[in-house]
């Protein structure tokens, strides 16, 4: 079992930034794909980023692109997500998730492994 704890998240103005932790605990993430996903309300989940356990690729939502980045810890089993020139529309709860696929998908169904989510909230 891969318990998922995320933190960062907060209140912040247009055009702020912000880092999102995920802390891992039960397992070594050594060996998981993990990703962000993110949802706001009246919303679907919305794939954000990922990065595999494998090759260290990733693959980024082009709403985000250019703007977050993921990237990973294994020493301290912790995954980041680093926000920077945030829009309102980013405004949403972020998930980090697990997966033993090794590669970095965006599709949901494959993470078998959620955090609790970590709000985010940017002003205009």
């Known amino acids: 079992q891969v318990q998922l704890v995320e933190s960062g998240g907060g209140l912040v103005q247009a055009g702020g930034s912000l880092r999102l932790s995920c802390a891992a605990s039960?397992?070594?993430?050594?060996?998981?794909?993990m990703g962000w996903f993110r949802q706001a309300p009246g919303k679907e989940r919305e794939f954000v980023t990922a990065?595999?356990?494998?090759?260290?690729?990733?693959y980024t939502a082009d709403s985000v692109k250019g703007r977050f980045t993921i990237s990973r810890d294994n020493a301290r089993n912790t995954v980041y997500l680093q926000m920077n020139n945030l829009k309102p529309e980013d405004t949403a709860v972020y998930y980090c998730?697990?997966?033993?696929?090794?590669?970095?998908?965006?599709?949901?169904?494959?993470?078998?492994?959620w955090g609790q989510g970590t709000q985010v909230t940017v002003s205009s």
């Open positions: 990065i595999s356990w494998s090759d260290g690729s990733e």
């Open positions: 998730a697990a997966t033993n696929t090794g590669w970095a998908t965006p599709e949901p169904r494959v993470y078998g492994y």
């Open positions: 039960g397992r070594t993430l050594r060996r998981y794909t």
